[in-house]
């Protein structure tokens, strides 16, 4: 029951990230857009599923809640303020997206904050990836630290590099369902938005290598992990061509791709720990009769339904946006 837990709380952070990934990109784009016609796109381009995407993040919490409490507990206690503001960008955007259409005089109050409230989700996110990676205050089992022990020049910099994720994730989306000026201004953006990742990445890793990170040493116990960074870079190649070549199709399936592979070698690099070196996912896990309990309920019927219906759904949306008359 422990490993069926664990592989439901990687899939439905996963589906998460990748799915609601890109509808916060494209809410972070949103302010480059030329005028009201181009906006009306690239929210006609998310409506359909971006309150589903961000479904995945309450089940994900609903997993950690009923199945490892301890991390639950701890989380929620390290990264209370992170977590609030991420919440709060998200309830910002949410109301944004349906309020703006509702108002000519003030829209553009509910523009600013639809993108103000993606960027603040997508850079408090990185920042708590960052908080765990390079490690949290843990004693016995409770965080130690004080009310910014999670914030470090290491944690921003992650928040930042996860908020350029997801952008590039987003103008990906845009080159897939969108045509005319907002497919162009993407295509236009991708290869900007690859750089700056890629600069990204290698400032992450100069600092580990100057602050003697305890994950490099996981990298040198594990080679294997390079395979994760491989697949990336397979990936990053396929985009780059379909990029080149004008394909609108590839973009969305290698930037999901892309996440994938770092997610993977998130999760793959820190086993057996839940908590990086604190807490594993043994010392974390509820007991085998709350387990099961949750198997017969969420497991076997929620879980499965949800992915059918997420399934459904970019089934039925598939497809370029083609009128933006009745939409946002």
Not at 23 to 31: K, R, W
Not at 102 to 128: C, E, H, N, P, Y
Request: glycine share 8%; net charge neutral; with cysteine.
């Amino acid at each position: 029951m422990i490993t069926f837990w664990t592989c439901a709380l990687g899939l439905t952070l996963l589906l998460y990230v990748t799915l609601d990934g890109f509808d916060l990109g494209v809410g972070i784009l949103f302010p480059l857009a030329p005028d009201e016609t181009a906006r009306r796109h690239m929210l006609a381009a998310i409506s359909p599923v971006w309150d589903g995407n961000e479904t995945w993040l309450v089940v994900a919490g609903v997993v950690l809640w009923g199945a490892f409490p301890v991390v639950y507990a701890s989380l929620f206690s390290a990264l209370y303020l992170p977590l609030l503001l991420m919440l709060a960008g998200l309830i910002l955007r949410g109301v944004a997206f349906e309020f703006r259409n509702k108002t000519q005089r003030l829209r553009w109050v509910w523009d600013v904050a639809f993108s103000g409230g993606s960027l603040v989700a997508a850079f408090m996110q990185g920042i708590m990836v960052g908080a765990l990676v390079e490690g949290l205050p843990i004693s016995h089992g409770e965080y130690s630290g004080g009310e910014f022990g999670w914030l470090s020049p290491f944690a921003v910099i992650c928040g930042v590099g996860l908020s350029l994720g997801y952008t590039l994730l987003g103008a990906c989306w845009l080159i897939r369902k969108c045509d005319a000026e907002v497919r162009a201004s993407a295509y236009r953006l991708v290869p900007y938005l690859s750089v700056a990742l890629l600069v990204f990445l290698i400032v992450v890793f100069v600092y580990a290598l100057s602050e003697d990170l305890q994950v490099m040493r996981r990298w040198l116990e594990r080679p294997y992990l390079f395979a994760f960074p491989l697949v990336a870079a397979a990936a990053a190649i396929v985009l780059a061509v379909s990029v080149r070549h004008r394909r609108d199709g590839p973009p969305s399936y290698m930037g999901a791709l892309v996440f994938a592979a770092a997610f993977g070698t998130f999760a793959i690099t820190f086993w057996p720990y839940m908590i990086p070196f604190s807490i594993t996912v043994d010392q974390a896990a509820a007991p085998h009769t709350s387990l099961a309990f949750m198997f017969w309920g969420e497991g076997l019927f929620v879980l499965p339904l949800m992915l059918i219906y997420t399934a459904i759904s970019y089934r039925v949306f598939r497809g370029k946006v083609q009128s933006t008359s009745h939409h946002y």
